[in-house]
């Protein structure tokens, strides 16, 4: 079984498993009908994306977050996190993020967090917040000093599409990532899943049933 801890895409082959991404939206309108997409038969993320956070919004984004949070489809909370590049300021951001924390910590799922230039901003909320709960951060693509300092602060590190190009941080880094770890995402990317369970099973040189075993076994013991 590949675990995909982070789509979305709602497509999966059959010996795949997806957690599938549910971004909380911004208007009221999309808000009263929301989740309205025909959700697929499969494993839920639902989260405010620090991009769609509306300042006039939030409580009810927040009330609806705490709702869907408690359904048992919904395996993981978020992604959420920081955005230094783009989304609402970054005092809303970590407002926000906050409390998603705080929501998580309710019904004592992990976290999928989205951080983008602001790892010391996410390592002190951590640090003041001190969540019980797992936190991965999703498409992870820094060096290796990035990554040990996160992996001493207890996070998971999920690792992307990067890794098909062997330059790339990600693919220079996983090798370093201890097995307990490590998970693999397609994100919003056009690659298989089974391509970044291969790739990674190469660079790591161990089987890719042994790959699979591991990261399933991650995703058992946070998730379930
Ligand atoms: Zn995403």
Redesign the pocket.
């Known amino acids: 079984m590949l675990i995909n801890i ?3 895409n709602p497509e999966k082959q059959d010996n795949q498993q997806i957690i599938y ?1 549910l971004i909380i939206p911004e208007t009221d309108e999309a808000l009263e009908t929301f989740p309205d997409e025909t959700i697929p038969n499969s494993w839920l993320s639902v989260g405010i ?1 620090p991009w769609y956070i509306n300042e006039n919004k939030q409580k009810l984004q927040l009330e609806k977050l705490r709702q869907l949070a408690k359904n048992q489809d919904i395996k993981l909370i978020g ?1 959420c996190g920081l955005d230094r590049l783009k989304g609402a300021s970054l005092p809303l951001q970590e407002e926000i993020f906050i409390k998603q924390i705080r929501i998580a910590e309710e019904v004592k799922k992990p976290i999928i967090i ?1 951080c983008v230039k602001c790892f010391n901003e996410l390592i002190s909320i951590k640090k003041i917040v001190r969540p019980k709960v797992p936190m991965i951060i ?2 992870f693509n820094n060096n290796l000093t990035t990554a040990q300092i996160l992996l001493d602060k207890g996070f998971y590190l999920s690792l992307g599409s990067a890794i098909l190009q062997e330059n790339s941080n990600a693919a220079q880094i996983l090798s370093q990532i201890p097995h307990e770890k490590l998970f693999l995402e397609t ?2 990317k056009d690659v298989s899943i089974s391509e970044l369970y291969e790739k990674a099973s190469f660079i790591l040189k161990i089987p890719l049933n042994k790959l699979e075993d591991i990261i399933f076994a991650n995703y058992i013991e946070i998730c379930t």
């Open positions: 982070h789509t979305h991404n994306h992604e989205h999703h498409g994100d919003d």
